[in-house]
């Protein structure tokens, strides 16, 4: 089944001009026509995204992405359920083994309510319970995740703040259990990401080569 990123938004590791070296963020039709070695779509109607560890990055960090982005905030309120899905296969990962692949993000702030990260083969997860909680409480949701394997990993929020964050690889599920967003989410707005964000800074001596790619095959976002 072809991806449609044709509505998000695309935050790229390509720089704004030659004088603006911040990350480029444009619609994923343009982003496919304008950088097909970053946003790649394959023959099979997948979609590849690509980001060097060295490029591009926003004005807060030295990290560089190819993540998508819903371009509709909303609200717990908003809707009964909130749904991220993706299946995905990461084909290469940066030296330090570890990239975002999945956020419930919050609009304004850079301490989200929700990470899922891809960490030396396993799937793992960062939670805050408290808007602007300094520190994330991290744990596993799925081991043994392999380069290359293709997996599902889903975000699952209610109106009422209770997260689960499931994924799945080779027959094998794990589960974060519900998690509780305290009433101090209640009045922000959040966004879905996806793809690759690398989790580790870019230096001068970073190798040109090094970085993380992903093939996203499957993507559902769901506000119902």
């Known amino acids: 089944m072809a991806v449609d990123i044709s509505n998000l ?21 343009e982003a496919i026509a304008r950088f097909p070695s970053v946003v790649t779509v394959l023959s099979d109607g997948s979609i590849q995204f690509s980001a060097p560890t060295k490029g591009a ?16 905030s909303w609200t717990l309120a908003s809707a009964q359920n909130h749904w991220n899905r993706q299946t995905m296969a990461l084909t290469k990962v940066n030296a330090a083994l570890k990239v975002v692949i999945a956020q419930m993000h919050v609009r304004g ?3 989200p309510p929700v990470k899922v990260f891809w960490k030396k083969g396993d799937i793992t997860l960062g939670f805050r319970q408290t808007y602007d909680q ?3 409480v991290n744990s596993t949701v799925l081991k043994g995740v392999p380069l290359g394997a293709k997996f599902d990993v889903s975000i699952h929020t209610t109106r009422d703040g209770l997260v689960t964050v499931t994924a799945s690889c080779n027959g094998v599920s794990g589960s974060s259990g519900g998690l509780q967003l305290d009433s ?9 990401h996806g793809g690759v964000y690398n989790q580790v800074d870019y230096t001068d001596a970073t190798p040109a080569d090094d970085g993380s790619i992903c093939i996203i095959s499957e993507l559902s976002l769901l506000h119902d």
């Open 109 to 111: 702030d850079d301490s």
């Open 9 to 29: 938004i695309i935050a790229t590791p390509v720089a704004v001009s030659a004088t603006n070296p911040v990350a480029l963020e444009l619609n994923g039709a």
């Open 184 to 192: 101090s989410w209640a009045s922000r707005l959040f966004e879905f």
């Open 134 to 136: 300094p520190d994330p």
């Open 57 to 72: 990055s926003s004005k807060s960090t030295r990290r560089t992405r190819c993540e998508w982005t819903e371009t509709q």
